[in-house]
Structures are given as structure tokens and as C-alpha cells.
């Protein structure tokens, strides 16, 4: 329930209309109920708060409304065509992939929400404005709603200044970067748990037998989140042992398999059991249209892997961008060396595992992480030595059974670096910076980027 609850929230965080449209909702309930209680109270007010309301006629709150609310329906025009701009230029100048991280931005949902609030409510209390000679009853001027809605005024003004100071630093490149980094830790730390121990034995992780039955789901899509406590309920249930070969992140296909099933005993599921499990497993997997980070630890590893490739593009052309982007994903990878990747495994009451969830392992993470920019910026030699640090900071950090993703890593650079033309001092330094990760993976003797033409790397 949980994360469900986590999803949910998710899926209202990244779009732009639920606050807005909360926010449209209230002012409309202010604009109605206001005015009747302003009449009931307005003669009882004490002189020092009547000093500070409006104190104008039926025509003067009609002009002050009108104002308002023709003013705040440009400004709001101007901010939704701000945000869309800004919007294009992430997917355009960055990535698609951050788009998400625009339309989640609570400042700019809380700056659309009061634009349209002020907006509906100074209209609103428009129509409760009455002349002297107009309807029965006799003049009334909401004084306190008109207040109130001058305030609202105020405070938009002020939003807008915010506004646009606020656009102004989220279009930056590193505000963006930082974002997705922070959101990719949030995620890491709620779904993955610490290492083991050094000393402590790896848990064993059953394979299906030959006779399991394969496990499919009806839609297409990405694999957004996993009801865990819902698959150990089938399993404990069906006496059944489940795995899932696929993790949040990957992309289903209808009809095909994601995982299998079989007895916890080691015997065959009947047809008509397969059939029900099947149905009930399809139930907690949950498809969506695009990647999401409530359980998805790779999502902020792509999107800031995506920076990187755009910015390596003949269109961009911006190799600082991509320096930087690999160091944030340095520091992911870095993280992601202090959590358990393994295979996720759901236990029963008696401690008996019933669920296998397969999850990427660090090689996995660490592949996503560098492969892409090591093929894109092969041919400039800083982002090259910034690869070459992401692997030392990662040699730091990697336990021993950890060490041959590196040394795999060091490998397949230092191809890439044999593979280019580049000036014996910059060889040098690549040469200098693979000593220091082979001296912390304890490999005395390891492949070496060696000089173009016989040129000494020393």
C-alpha cells in the first residue's frame, strides 16, 4: 500500500494541473461564501480593520475586479507559454527524459495555481457586486472579499518576479543536474538496502526448475512499480514459489514472459493453476507509458546519461556539459557500490523465500553509466579523462568482489583510447590515472593505454 501511496503521489507530482485546478476549486468556494459573510459582518467591524478594507462604491469594487481579473488572465497566458518554452528547451537543448522533472516543480504548480485562484475569485465576487438601484436588497459591496482579492493581486505580482527568477535558475544546466541527482538518491535509499557485511554469506538464490511455468502480462509499456507484498501474498497463498525476471525500468511486451512459477514443493502447477497465478501476478505489475522513480533506480542514471549524449552531439557540441554530467554520475555509481543489488527476496512467516525479484547488478549500472559517452567522446580527451576518474572513483569505493567491473571497464576505455590519435602528453595522462585504479584494485599488471607510433608514455 505503501507504494502505491508513493506512485499515486508520483503521478499527481509530475503534472501540471492537480494544484491548479484544487487551487480554481477553492477560490471558487471563497468567492461564493465571502461575499454573505462579508454582509453579515461588516457593520460590526472595528474601526481600526475598516480603516484598512476597500471603502469604495459598487462601480469602484467593479473596476478594481475587472482589473484583476483581466490582468491575471494575461499574466497567467504569459506563465503557461513561459513554462511550455522552458519545457521545449530542456527536451530540445538536454533531454526528453527531464520533462518530468519541469512538470514536478512544486514553485512553478503553486505559481500557475494562484494566478487562476485570484483569477477565478476576483470574478467570482464580481457577480455578488450590486448598485444601489440594481436587484433587491439594495447595494452590496463585499468590502472584505474585495480586499481580498486586491491582496491576491498583490501576491501574483510578486509570484510573477519569483516566477521568473526561479525559470531562470531551472534552465540552468546544473540546477537540472542536481534535480535528477537528488531524486535518484531519494530513490536508491528507498528501494535498495545496504551491502552485507564482508563476512556474511550470500543468501542463496533459487533458479527455476525446467518444469516452471512462464509468467506474462496483458500490456505494453514500461514496468513502473512492483506490488511486493502483493506477489508474497499470491505465493504464500498458491503454496508457490515466483520470479521475475524483468525490474521497474524495463519495457514489456504483451504475451510475452517476465518471470515463471512453479511449486514450492518442486512439483508442476496445474493449467488451471498456472492460469489464476498468472492473472492475480499481472495485477501487481504495474505498466505505464513512460519511466517513473518510484521504484525505478536507473531512471536518474538515464536521464543524466542522456544529458551526456546530447551534449556530445555534432547539434550540441558542448563536451563541458557531458564533464559534468559525469560527475554526478560518478557519484550515483559510487552510491550504488554501497547497496545490495543482488536479487531481491520476499520471505514468508517461516522465513521460506516465495518471491525472486531480479534486479541489475552494479556491471549492469555502471555499463549504463559510461558505455554511451565513452563511445560518443572518444575522440576528446577530457571527457575521456573524466571517464578514467569516474572508474578511480569507483575503485575507491567497490568491495573485492566488486573489483572486475572496473578492471572490465579500464579495459574496454583503454581500448578506446588505443583506438584515437592522441598527443603523447595526454596519453601520459591517461597512463598515470590507469596506474591509480589498477593500484587500488590491487592488479599489479593491467591494460595500459600505450603510445601512437611507439611514443613512450612516461
Same mark, same amino acid.
Given at each position: 500500500?505503501?507504494?502505491?501511496?508513493?506512485?499515486?503521489?508520483?503521478?499527481?507530482?509530475?503534472?501540471?494541473?492537480?494544484?491548479?485546478?484544487?487551487?480554481?476549486?477553492?477560490?471558487?468556494?471563497?468567492?461564493?461564501?465571502?461575499?454573505?459573510?462579508?454582509?453579515?459582518?461588516?457593520?460590526?467591524?472595528?474601526?481600526?480593520?475598516?480603516?484598512?478594507?476597500?471603502?469604495?462604491?459598487?462601480?469602484?469594487?467593479?473596476?478594481?475586479?475587472?482589473?484583476?481579473?483581466?490582468?491575471?488572465?494575461?499574466?497567467?497566458?504569459?506563465?503557461?507559454?513561459?513554462?511550455?518554452?522552458?519545457?521545449?528547451?530542456?527536451?530540445?537543448?538536454?533531454?526528453?527524459?527531464?520533462?518530468?522533472?519541469?512538470?514536478?516543480?512544486?514553485?512553478?504548480?503553486?505559481?500557475?495555481?494562484?494566478?487562476?485562484?485570484?483569477?477565478?475569485?476576483?470574478?467570482?465576487?464580481?457577480?455578488?457586486?450590486?448598485?444601489?438601484?440594481?436587484?433587491?436588497?439594495?447595494?452590496?459591496?463585499?468590502?472584505?472579499?474585495?480586499?481580498?482579492?486586491?491582496?491576491?493581486?498583490?501576491?501574483?505580482?510578486?509570484?510573477?518576479?519569483?516566477?521568473?527568477?526561479?525559470?531562470?535558475?531551472?534552465?540552468?544546466?546544473?540546477?537540472?543536474?542536481?534535480?535528477?541527482?537528488?531524486?535518484?538518491?531519494?530513490?536508491?535509499?528507498?528501494?535498495?538496502?545496504?551491502?552485507?557485511?564482508?563476512?556474511?554469506?550470500?543468501?542463496?538464490?533459487?533458479?527455476?526448475?525446467?518444469?516452471?511455468? *512462464? &509468467?506474462?502480462? $496483458?500490456? @505494453?509499456?514500461?514496468?513502473?512499480? %512492483?506490488? #511486493?507484498?502483493?506477489? +508474497? !501474498?499470491?505465493? /504464500?497463498?498458491?503454496?508457490?514459489?515466483?520470479?521475475?525476471?524483468?525490474?521497474?525500468?524495463?519495457?514489456?511486451?504483451?504475451?510475452?514472459?517476465?518471470?515463471?512459477?512453479?511449486?514450492?514443493?518442486?512439483?508442476?502447477?496445474?493449467?488451471?493453476?498456472?492460469?489464476?497465478?498468472?492473472?492475480?501476478?499481472?495485477?501487481?505489475?504495474?505498466?505505464?507509458?513512460?519511466?517513473?522513480?518510484?521504484?525505478?533506480?536507473?531512471?536518474?542514471?538515464?536521464?543524466?546519461?542522456?544529458?551526456?549524449?546530447?551534449?556530445?552531439?555534432?547539434?550540441?557540441?558542448?563536451?563541458?556539459?557531458?564533464?559534468?554530467?559525469?560527475?554526478?554520475?560518478?557519484?550515483?555509481?559510487?552510491?550504488?557500490?554501497?547497496?545490495?543489488?543482488?536479487? *531481491? &527476496?520476499?520471505? $514468508?512467516? @517461516?522465513?521460506?523465500?516465495?518471491? %525472486?525479484? #531480479?534486479?541489475?547488478? +552494479? !556491471?549492469?549500472? /555502471?555499463?549504463?553509466?559510461?558505455?554511451?559517452?565513452?563511445?560518443?567522446?572518444?575522440?576528446?580527451?577530457?571527457?575521456?579523462?573524466?571517464?578514467?576518474?569516474?572508474?578511480?572513483?569507483?575503485?575507491?569505493?567497490?568491495?573485492?568482489?566488486?573489483?572486475?567491473?572496473?578492471?572490465?571497464?579500464?579495459?574496454?576505455?583503454?581500448?578506446?583510447?588505443?583506438?584515437?590519435?592522441?598527443?603523447?602528453?595526454?596519453?601520459?595522462?591517461?597512463?598515470?590515472?590507469?596506474?591509480?585504479?589498477?593500484?587500488?584494485?590491487?592488479?599489479?599488471?593491467?591494460?595500459?593505454?600505450?603510445?601512437?607510433?611507439?611514443?613512450?608514455?612516461?
Amino acid at each position: 500500500m505503501s507504494t502505491w501511496l508513493a506512485n499515486t503521489r508520483d503521478v499527481f507530482r509530475t503534472r501540471l494541473w492537480p494544484v491548479p485546478t484544487i487551487a480554481v476549486v477553492l477560490a471558487l468556494v471563497l468567492g461564493v461564501s465571502i461575499p454573505g459573510f462579508d454582509s453579515a459582518i461588516d457593520e460590526r467591524l472595528p474601526s481600526t480593520v475598516s480603516n484598512w478594507i476597500f471603502e469604495g462604491d459598487a462601480d469602484a469594487a467593479r473596476s478594481l475586479l475587472d482589473a484583476i481579473a483581466s490582468s491575471l488572465i494575461t499574466v497567467t497566458a504569459l506563465t503557461f507559454s513561459l513554462t511550455v518554452v522552458t519545457l521545449q528547451l530542456a527536451s530540445s537543448q538536454f533531454s526528453p527524459r527531464l520533462l518530468r522533472t519541469f512538470t514536478r516543480d512544486r514553485f512553478v504548480q503553486v505559481t500557475l495555481a494562484l494566478f487562476l485562484a485570484t483569477f477565478t475569485y476576483a470574478l467570482t465576487v464580481l457577480r455578488a457586486v450590486r448598485g444601489s438601484g440594481e436587484g433587491q436588497g439594495g447595494e452590496l459591496v463585499p468590502r472584505v472579499a474585495v480586499t481580498l482579492a486586491f491582496i491576491l493581486a498583490v501576491a501574483s505580482v510578486l509570484a510573477l518576479v519569483l516566477f521568473l527568477a526561479h525559470l531562470t535558475e531551472q534552465i540552468r544546466v546544473e540546477t537540472m543536474l542536481r534535480n535528477v541527482h537528488r531524486d535518484a538518491v531519494i530513490t536508491m535509499r528507498s528501494v535498495l538496502t545496504p551491502s552485507a557485511s564482508p563476512g556474511d554469506d550470500p543468501a542463496f538464490v533459487p533458479d527455476a526448475p525446467a518444469h516452471a511455468q *512462464a &509468467l506474462s502480462v $496483458d500490456d @505494453d509499456g514500461f514496468l513502473t512499480w %512492483v506490488d #511486493h507484498s502483493g506477489l +508474497l !501474498a499470491i505465493a /504464500v497463498e498458491e503454496e508457490a514459489l515466483l520470479l521475475l525476471d524483468v525490474h521497474p525500468g524495463s519495457f514489456l511486451v504483451r504475451g510475452t514472459p517476465v518471470g515463471s512459477v512453479w511449486l514450492a514443493d518442486g512439483g508442476r502447477l496445474s493449467s488451471e493453476a498456472c492460469e489464476r497465478i498468472t492473472d492475480r501476478v499481472a495485477r501487481c505489475i504495474h505498466v505505464g507509458f513512460e519511466r517513473t522513480s518510484t521504484q525505478d533506480v536507473g531512471f536518474g542514471l538515464r536521464q543524466l546519461v542522456d544529458v551526456a549524449n546530447k551534449a556530445l552531439s555534432p547539434g550540441i557540441n558542448d563536451p563541458t556539459t557531458a564533464i559534468h554530467a559525469l560527475g554526478h554520475i560518478s557519484a550515483l555509481l559510487c552510491d550504488l557500490a554501497d547497496f545490495d543489488l543482488g536479487a *531481491a &527476496l520476499l520471505r $514468508d512467516e @517461516d522465513d521460506r523465500i516465495r518471491v %525472486v525479484l #531480479h534486479r541489475p547488478d +552494479l !556491471a549492469s549500472y /555502471v555499463d549504463l553509466g559510461i558505455s554511451q559517452p565513452r563511445r560518443y567522446g572518444a575522440a576528446d580527451p577530457q571527457v575521456l579523462q573524466r571517464i578514467f576518474q569516474v572508474l578511480l572513483d569507483l575503485s575507491h569505493r567497490v568491495g573485492p568482489d566488486q573489483r572486475s567491473v572496473v578492471r572490465d571497464q579500464l579495459e574496454r576505455l583503454t581500448g578506446t583510447v588505443l583506438d584515437q590519435s592522441f598527443d603523447a602528453t595526454e596519453v601520459a595522462g591517461f597512463a598515470a590515472i590507469t596506474r591509480q585504479i589498477e593500484g587500488n584494485l590491487g592488479s599489479p599488471e593491467a591494460h595500459r593505454p600505450s603510445s601512437p607510433a611507439g611514443t613512450p608514455t612516461q
